[in-house]
């Protein structure tokens, strides 16, 4: 029998990745299982406050999130707020750790170098801002999930399954896929961390890039959320939605968030 329910606001135990290796009984083999994935949050609410909404509306099984929850938008405290108060289970991601362990610099994966100025900046900004309680839940996240349901094992990280910093590029090579894939002891392995979305398989097994709910970088600014559904067969949809950019923009200049935000956050490509 298969129990459709959003899992967020349920009891822990209720919830599939709320803690480590938890089978989902209420599902067999075959029957479709509807797993929507927030990518990198990066402490944008505003962005997080649509998708949620969108989310909902589009319903599911399992609502679960990859990790760097704050580090890029003036929102840390809020974010984390949210995503704890709707008990949305998830992972830690290398910005989660490196504000919470006040680091030097995030570990940031971008590859121009303007970005990485303003991520850097951010960073420290957010370093300085983010509450002690938000810190200890970024602190105390795991490093990965694994859930089982409909016949295959899924698991879910930040970056890639060894290190929460190495980016998982959708052009790398079928050998390094195939390491990743022998290493995840898992079919589906679902990701973030590049904010670039995408779908890719490698002997059989499913690499599925989330994308980034607050800070996407494939071109398009709107929030985004991956939804991917096992049914015999792993498919991964995304979904793609305008936000309030004017909200976030007007409280990181009250809040005095690096300036270059204005730079990156955008109503349109
Ligand atoms: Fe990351």
Not at 17 to 46: C, F, M, Q, S
Not at 150 to 161: D, E, K, S
Not at 211 to 232: E, H, K, L, W
Not at 233 to 253: C, G, I, M, S, W
Request: charged share 25%.
């Amino acid at each position: 029998m298969v129990v459709r329910r959003p899992l967020g606001g349920l009891p822990e135990a209720c919830c599939p990745w709320a803690i480590g290796y938890v089978i989902v009984r209420a599902t067999e083999e075959g029957i479709a299982l509807k797993i929507v994935v927030l990518g990198d949050v990066h402490g944008n609410l505003p962005a997080l406050e649509v998708a949620l909404r969108e989310a909902r509306a589009e319903g599911y099984d399992v609502l679960c999130h990859t990790g760097d929850l704050v580090g890029y938008a003036p929102f840390p405290d809020e974010t984390v707020a949210l995503l704890k108060a709707e008990r949305i289970p998830g992972v830690r991601g290398n910005l989660d750790e490196n504000v919470a362990a006040a680091a030097d610099g995030s570990g940031s994966c971008a590859t121009e170098a303007q970005v990485r100025v303003f991520e850097e900046k951010a960073f420290a900004w957010t370093v300085q801002r983010t509450e002690r309680l938000t810190l200890e839940y970024l602190r105390n996240l795991p490093f990965e999930r694994r859930l089982e349901a409909g016949g295959r094992r899924a698991l879910l990280v930040h970056a890639n399954p060894i290190d929460m910093y190495t980016g998982l590029w959708e052009e790398r090579d079928e050998d390094y896929f195939r390491e990743m894939g022998d290493a995840s002891e898992a079919d589906v392995i679902i990701f973030g961390h590049t904010h670039r979305p995408y779908h890719r398989i490698v002997d059989g097994r499913h690499f599925v890039n989330a994308g980034s709910v607050g800070f996407p970088a494939d071109g398009d600014p709107r929030t985004c959320y991956a939804v991917i559904q096992t049914n015999g067969n792993v498919e991964a949809q995304y979904r793609r939605f305008p936000y309030n950019v004017d909200h976030l923009l007007k409280t990181a200049a009250e809040r005095r968030f690096p300036a270059e935000a204005a730079l990156f956050f955008k109503r349109e490509a």
